[in-house]
């Protein structure tokens, strides 16, 4: 079975500063999906950001992009220049190609100091 | 598109009673999950059904939790008997093929 591993429970990033989020999961499939979502305390689940395996591009929104390393199976997220309002919940999550087994990491708690 | 409706936002019951929680997914999305989240255990998927049938449910705890999809605009995921251990909160999530899954805003469910 797939599973994701995110080897951080907590990090902490200085407000404007960069902070890379780490994840790192396990599949024989050579075509699936990955994301990274955000949850503030809001609790709502947030989608930050998506990768296609097959795309070698490493995906970037605004301030949010991507380290993506299929053979090293590695999907790491770095936030530049950091809010106040990036703190929260990370989750690196995986989906196969089917559309079927959609699993998440533990997550990764970010604070971001003033 | 309202996005996935879930309901109720929170609900508190005592132990031994029936807990019924309840999903609209996404117009037009095929995959409908239900996903529990506990500090000690993270996001947990308990169960995801492809065009209104179960497709996997080997995330359910135990017999007291079961789910049902009778439609592809309504989904329940019930508790019976409830237990204090059961206290999270859940989450119900649609997709399309392929596609991210678009959460609803979570049922926060205490057993007491």
């Known amino acids: 079975a797939q599973t994701v591993t995110q080897s951080q429970p907590e990090m902490s990033v200085q407000e404007a500063e960069t902070v890379t989020l780490s994840c790192t999961y396990d599949?024989?499939?050579?075509?699936?999906?990955l994301f990274w979502y955000k949850q503030p305390p809001s609790r709502q689940m947030i989608l930050v950001i998506r990768?296609?395996?097959?795309?070698?591009q490493n995906a970037t929104e605004n301030r949010f992009s991507v380290n993506f390393q299929k053979a090293a199976k590695s999907f790491s997220l770095k936030i530049s220049d950091s809010q106040l309002g990036d703190a929260a919940m990370y989750f690196c999550?995986?989906?196969?190609?089917?559309?079927?087994?959609?699993?998440f990491g533990p997550g990764t708690r970010l604070s971001v100091l003033p | 598109d309202a996005g996935v409706i879930q309901s109720p936002r929170h609900e508190v019951t005592e132990m031994g009673q029936e807990v019924t929680l309840r999903c609209k997914p996404i117009?037009?999305?095929?995959?409908l999950f239900w996903y529990r989240q506990t500090m000690m255990r993270g996001l947990e998927l308990l169960i995801y059904f492809n065009n209104n049938v179960p497709i996997d449910d080997s995330g359910m705890p135990e017999d007291r939790f079961s789910a049902k999809m009778p439609n592809a605009s309504f989904s329940t995921l019930k508790i019976q008997p409830s237990e204090p251990r059961d206290s999270a909160v859940y989450f119900c999530?649609?997709?399309?093929?392929?596609?991210?899954?678009?959460f609803g805003q979570g049922t926060r469910l205490t057993v007491v």
């Open positions: 999550a995986y989906l196969d190609n089917y559309g079927q087994n959609f699993v």
């Open positions: 990768q296609e395996a097959y795309k070698q």
């Open positions: 117009s037009g999305h095929d995959y």
């Open positions: 999530a649609s997709s399309g093929r392929n596609t991210e899954a678009f």
């Open positions: 599949t024989s499939e050579s075509d699936y999906y």
